[in-house]
């Protein structure tokens, strides 16, 4: 056997181990992330317009399953409250438990005294009207719906004795992505309009990270197995120059 002969045999053993290793690793990462995701996370289908423009009619989302402790102002959540219907709901929060919830000055929603920027809501309306300044009772959630004018929300609630909140442990869930349809697909923006409130918001979940660890792993896995057709090809090439050369040769 040459040298070359060796060497080439030598280079296909390390390509070989190499490409078994990525396509291990990719199925490790591809199906791990799709595992994991599938704990983390919950689809749900929006029935109606009452979140847009961020959410429309018919929009399926992805949602990470939290307990209801998690919650902050600006997170848009899942929740089921029998006394507003059979069905699970998706609404922003806009106040947690011993807020001041008023509207309008200047058509803005005011949290505590403190004017909230809503960049989400439909472009040209105002925030909501006529909402007197109301307390949110503590372990409670005060609900709305970006589109404002047409939302079933906390504000239709107001005379049910809660001041038209929800308890903290009717959550299922907390929006992070819009999953279709593609003309909206993409992570939900965390409204910074409460970041200066006592608690903050909420930090974006793992769901970018998981949706990179199945990239990731899918472009291992056809990496690594397209591997040996391309070395074979490669192979039988290098094969049949050295067959012509030495042919030459003689």
């Known amino acids: 056997m040459s040298r070359t002969q060796r060497t080439d045999e030598g280079r296909g053993r390390l390509g070989s ?10 199925c490790v990462l591809f199906l791990g992330g799709f595992v994991w995701g599938a704990v983390l996370y919950q689809p749900y289908t929006v029935p109606t317009g009452s979140m847009a ?8 989302v992805l949602a990470q399953r939290i307990d209801g402790d998690e919650v902050r102002r600006g997170d848009v959540v899942v929740f089921k409250q029998k006394t ?3 069905l699970p709901m998706v609404k922003r929060v806009v106040g947690i438990g011993g807020d001041r919830i ?3 000055e200047d058509g803005k929603l005011t949290v505590n ?7 989400y809501l439909p472009k040209g309306k105002f925030a909501v009207s006529g909402i007197p300044t109301t307390t949110v009772p503590k372990g409670r959630l005060f609900l709305l719906g970006d589109e404002r004018s ?10 049910d004795g809660q001041n038209g909140s929800v308890p903290r442990d009717a959550v299922r869930a907390r929006v992070d992505a819009v999953a279709w349809p593609t003309d909206r697909l993409g992570m939900l923006e965390r409204p910074e309009g409460f970041a200066g409130l006592p608690g903050g918001i909420s930090e974006p979940g793992p769901l970018r990270m998981l949706v990179i ?10 990496g690594g197995g397209a591997y040996g057709p391309v070395a ?19």
């Open 17 to 26: 181990t190499l490409s078994s290793i990525a396509v291990a690793l990719g």
């Open 53 to 60: 423009p961020t959410i429309g009619s018919g929009d399926r």
């Open 84 to 86: 507003w219907g059979d």
């Open 102 to 104: 008023a509207c309008c």
């Open 113 to 119: 005294g403190k004017e909230i920027a809503e960049p």
């Open 150 to 159: 047409g939302s079933l929300d906390s504000t239709v609630h107001l005379d």
């Open 213 to 222: 660890a199945v990239v990731a792993g899918m472009v291992l896995v056809l």
């Open 232 to 250: 074979k090809r490669m192979g039988r090439r290098r094969g049949s120059g050295s067959a012509r050369e030495a042919a030459s040769v003689g």
